[in-house]
C-alpha cells in the first residue's frame, strides 16, 4: 500500500522552529517531486514549497528566507524546516506527490504558532 505520512507538528512560540518530515511507504520517492501545502482555518489550501527529484527546490513568497525543504532518498524522506515562525503560519500542512502514476496526499500535522 502506497501511502505519505507526515510527522513533526506541534505548538511552537512565534519565532521558533519545527521540521516536519514527509515519509513514503509502498513506493520509491527519489525521482518524485514532492510538494508541501498548508490550509489555514477558514481558507483554502495553498501550495508552500517543493523538491524536484533532481532536488531543485521552490518556495512560496509568504515562507521564502524562512522555510527549506530537502530530501533523504536513503529515508525516502522529504523534510520541511520551518525558521522564524509566525502565527500566520498556523495551519495543518500536508505532503503531496505522485507516485505510480497517482496523486497521494499525507494526512496532515497541525503546527499552531502561538505565545
Known amino acids: 500500500q502506497v501511502q505519505l505520512v507526515e510527522s513533526g507538528g506541534g505548538l511552537v512560540q512565534p519565532g521558533g522552529s519545527l521540521r516536519l518530515s514527509c515519509v513514503a511507504s509502498?513506493?520509491?520517492?527519489?525521482?518524485?517531486?514532492v510538494a508541501w501545502y498548508r490550509q489555514a482555518p477558514g481558507k483554502e489550501r495553498e501550495w508552500t514549497a517543493l523538491?524536484?527529484?533532481?532536488?531543485?527546490?521552490n518556495y512560496a513568497e509568504s515562507v521564502k528566507g524562512r522555510f527549506t525543504i530537502s530530501r533523504d532518498n536513503a529515508k525516502n524522506t522529504v523534510y520541511l524546516q520551518m525558521d522564524s515562525l509566525k502565527a500566520e503560519d498556523t495551519a495543518v500542512y500536508s505532503c503531496?506527490?505522485?507516485?505510480?502514476?497517482?496523486?497521494?496526499w499525507g494526512q496532515g500535522t497541525q503546527i499552531t504558532v502561538s505565545s
Open positions: 503531496h506527490a505522485i507516485m505510480k502514476g497517482r496523486s497521494y
Open positions: 509502498g513506493s520509491s520517492l527519489s525521482v518524485n517531486t
Open positions: 523538491i524536484t527529484g533532481g532536488g531543485t527546490s
